[in-house]
């Protein structure tokens, strides 16, 4: 069982739908991250997360540290908003990042 | 404030031969890490440099080797190429919890 999981793995949806991708995590970690990265390659870290909830425009992101879960949430989605979304945390035993598989979203017109 | 840089953005090496992977970090960030994308495995951690010294490293075999210089830059090489090594390579730099991905740079091996 990987200790990072992502649901789901693909996601397509209409343009102003309302997005969620999940994160759950088994082990005991510092923080987490939500990341994007877009065809081409290129990795923009969208927020890093301890505890509660983060916005930022139309994005909003939240942990739950008891249930070890975390959501990603994009209101009135956008075609730009295509992109694979992953969530990483950091074990709060050393520095390494753990990885989750990643969530490909594709949002049509 | 510049952002990491790869270098180079993409290369085309021959089975068997040997790759210096290079990645220059934000002014002030001390950590580098690395990692492998591939289609199927997706991110895989390398390794980790802070202030010149690997502090982690992930499951890859020792063709996989890395550096950190005292200005943080970071060099990753991997010799005797095998046709599984193509893959985008990624690195990052952080400080505290703040990572900062570079545009990373895309192997072929051949």
């Known amino acids: 069982k990987n200790e990072v999981e992502q649901s789901p793995q693909n996601l397509t949806a209409q343009e102003g739908e309302f997005i969620t991708i999940n994160c759950s995590y088994s082990v005991g970690i510092s923080a987490l991250h939500w990341l994007q990265q877009h065809p081409g390659g290129g990795i923009v870290s969208l927020f890093m997360?301890?505890?509660?909830?983060k916005k930022h425009g139309r994005l909003i992101a939240t942990i739950n540290i008891q249930e070890k879960h975390s959501s990603l949430h994009i209101t009135a989605s956008h075609p730009r908003d295509s992109a694979v979304y992953i969530c990483a945390v950091h074990m709060d035993s050393n520095y390494q990042l753990i990885w989750g598989a990643g969530t490909k979203l594709i949002i049509k017109p | 404030k510049a952002g990491v840089t790869q270098t180079p953005r993409y290369l085309i090496k021959t089975r068997g031969q040997q790759v210096t992977l290079s990645c220059s970090p934000i002014?002030?960030?001390?950590?580098v890490s690395w990692y492998q994308q591939t289609p199927g495995q997706g991110l895989q951690f390398l390794f980790e440099?802070?202030?010149?010294?690997?502090?982690n490293k992930g499951n890859f075999p020792g063709r996989f080797s890395g550096r950190q210089f005292s200005n943080s830059r970071s060099e990753m090489n991997v010799s005797t190429l095998e046709l599984g090594d193509s893959a985008l390579y990624l690195c990052a730099s952080s400080i505290g919890y703040g990572y900062t991905f570079g545009s990373g740079t895309r192997l072929t091996v051949v």
């Open positions: 440099y802070f202030s010149e010294t690997q502090r």
């Open positions: 997360l301890s505890s509660g909830k």
């Open positions: 002014s002030g960030h001390r950590s």
